[in-house]
């Protein structure tokens, strides 16, 4: 396994994070048996970088990982959250959360502490006199809590700008992968200022996870799986300490654990290769669409950024499977539909700025994607 040092907190940690979000549910319960041996087998590999959070898994992933910790806990690195949704973001009620997560964890210690999901607006929020970091700074006075940190969802300027607004921040946790480099430019600004920098999401929540022979094609004569290239693409970023994989079998360790090996980066000309395709990739897909959305809201609910994006995911990335899986969900887990639903209105031609022919383009997709379907 590989270790870099997680900013200004000193911590070895292992490149490969596990990320305990994934585990297998069976009717409502996590199938404690799996996902504990699969915590092993990542222990006994040499990960020592563990995040949870309250509502993972059904707010039993704290416990789980709390289980798998027994007699193990030595040299591990535990991370968990303040889930800001929904509550009062007072002090006591941070205070209670920190209390109760300690217990599920059953440690006496979280080392890193993180608000979850901030955004500039909540983190503004959380951050006054008498909120939620006012417990979690006190945590820390008290020795309950080693670290802070936050995890991150909003536009990449306000990652620098919470930085500077708690300075006592130490750490960062943020998407990054070869389909979403938005963070990038401020992930190498609060890197420089001392933080560690974890990346979620290295798999670009499992789209990453599927073949494309056009991923598998950009560096001739090496054989690597798409998952394999993007996990080595995220921590050949000097800034990234940790990429986090919601791992959930013993197997899945094994395959994620051997890529984040000693050899894991990539070359410097095997990154200008990766590069020049992202960029041809970047450009190719606005060409198609920028998903700007100014055609929305369609009257008849069709999702037509996100069919497009999908239609971009098999023509430009070669993804396909990944894109049809996410097709075959629109109109059903997500509540605007797929490209079948138009009826031709023509409005949406009317707002895109690219002058996209929409309906031929909807008709084109939902041909490539909905092919079982229909
Ligand atoms: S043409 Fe089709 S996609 Fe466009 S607004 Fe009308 S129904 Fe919606
Ligand atoms: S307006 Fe055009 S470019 Fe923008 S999201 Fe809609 S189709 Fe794409």
């Given at each position: 396994?590989?270790?870099?040092?997680?900013?200004?907190?000193?911590?070895?940690?292992?490149?490969?994070?596990?990320?305990?979000?994934?585990?297998?549910?069976?009717?409502?319960h996590?199938?404690?048996?799996?996902?504990i041996?699969a915590?092993h087998?990542?222990?006994?590999l040499?990960?020592?970088?563990?995040?949870?959070?309250?509502?993972?898994c059904?707010?039993?992933?704290?416990?789980?990982l709390?289980k798998?910790?027994?007699?193990?806990r030595?040299g591990?690195?535990?991370?968990t959250?303040?889930?800001?949704?929904?509550?009062?973001?007072?002090?006591?009620?941070?205070?209670?959360?920190i209390?109760?997560?300690?217990?599920?964890?059953?440690?006496?210690?979280?080392?890193i502490?993180?608000m979850h999901g901030?955004d500039?607006?909540?983190?503004?929020k959380?951050?006054?006199?008498?909120?939620?970091?006012?417990?979690a700074?006190?945590?820390?006075?008290e020795?309950l809590?080693?670290?802070?940190?936050?995890s991150?969802?909003?536009?990449?300027?306000?990652?620098?700008?919470?930085?500077?607004?708690a300075?006592d921040?130490d750490?960062?946790t943020c998407q990054?992968n070869?389909?979403?480099?938005?963070?990038?430019?401020?992930m190498?600004?609060?890197?420089?200022?001392?933080?560690?920098?974890?990346?979620?999401?290295?798999?670009a929540?499992?789209?990453?996870?599927?073949?494309?022979?056009?991923?598998?094609?950009?560096?001739?004569?090496?054989?690597?799986?798409?998952?394999?290239l993007?996990?080595?693409?995220?921590?050949?970023?000097?800034n990234?300490?940790?990429a986090?994989?919601?791992?959930?079998?013993?197997?899945m360790?094994d395959?994620?654990a051997?890529?984040?090996?000693?050899?894991?980066?990539l070359?410097?000309?095997?990154?200008?290769?990766?590069?020049a395709?992202?960029?041809e990739n970047r450009?190719?897909?606005?060409?198609?669409?920028?998903g700007?959305e100014?055609?929305?809201p369609?009257?008849?609910?069709?999702n037509?950024?996100?069919?497009?994006?999908?239609?971009?995911?098999?023509?430009?990335w070669?993804?396909?499977?990944?894109?049809?899986e996410r097709?075959?969900?629109?109109?059903?887990?997500?509540p605007?539909?797929?490209a079948?639903?138009?009826v031709?209105?023509?409005?949406?031609e009317?707002?895109?700025?690219q002058?996209?022919?929409?309906?031929?383009?909807?008709?084109?997709s939902?041909?490539?994607?909905?092919?079982?379907?229909?």
């Amino acid at each position: 396994m590989q270790y870099r040092v997680l900013g200004r907190t000193g911590l070895k940690v292992s490149a490969l994070g596990f990320g305990t979000m994934r585990f297998k549910m069976v009717d409502g319960h996590v199938d404690r048996d799996i996902a504990i041996e699969a915590l092993h087998r990542a222990m006994d590999l040499g990960v020592n970088y563990f995040d949870s959070a309250v509502g993972y898994c059904d707010s039993q992933s704290e416990m789980t990982l709390g289980k798998a910790l027994k007699g193990r806990r030595e040299g591990k690195v535990i991370s968990t959250k303040y889930p800001p949704w929904g509550r009062s973001l007072t002090a006591d009620d941070c205070r209670q959360i920190i209390e109760q997560s300690l217990s599920r964890l059953d440690i006496d210690c979280i080392d890193i502490y993180h608000m979850h999901g901030m955004d500039w607006e909540t983190f503004q929020k959380v951050n006054v006199k008498g909120a939620a970091m006012e417990a979690a700074r006190k945590a820390k006075e008290e020795g309950l809590v080693k670290h802070l940190a936050f995890s991150f969802h909003d536009d990449p300027q306000r990652m620098i700008d919470i930085v500077e607004a708690a300075p006592d921040l130490d750490v960062v946790t943020c998407q990054y992968n070869l389909l979403d480099r938005r963070n990038e430019k401020s992930m190498e600004v609060v890197h420089d200022l001392g933080l560690g920098v974890v990346v979620m999401g290295p798999l670009a929540g499992g789209r990453l996870g599927f073949p494309s022979e056009r991923l598998q094609g950009v560096l001739p004569g090496k054989s690597m799986s798409s998952p394999d290239l993007a996990l080595r693409f995220v921590l050949t970023n000097p800034n990234v300490s940790v990429a986090l994989s919601g791992m959930n079998t013993a197997q899945m360790v094994d395959e994620n654990a051997a890529t984040a090996s000693l050899d894991a980066q990539l070359t410097e000309e095997e990154m200008r290769r990766v590069a020049a395709m992202l960029e041809e990739n970047r450009k190719l897909s606005e060409l198609y669409c920028t998903g700007c959305e100014y055609c929305m809201p369609c009257p008849n609910n069709v999702n037509i950024p996100e069919v497009f994006r999908l239609m971009n995911l098999h023509r430009v990335w070669g993804l396909t499977d990944a894109a049809r899986e996410r097709y075959a969900e629109l109109g059903s887990a997500d509540p605007l539909g797929d490209a079948s639903a138009c009826v031709e209105c023509g409005q949406c031609e009317e707002k895109c700025p690219q002058k996209i022919p929409i309906i031929e383009q909807l008709k084109e997709s939902h041909r490539a994607l909905a092919r079982e379907k229909s």
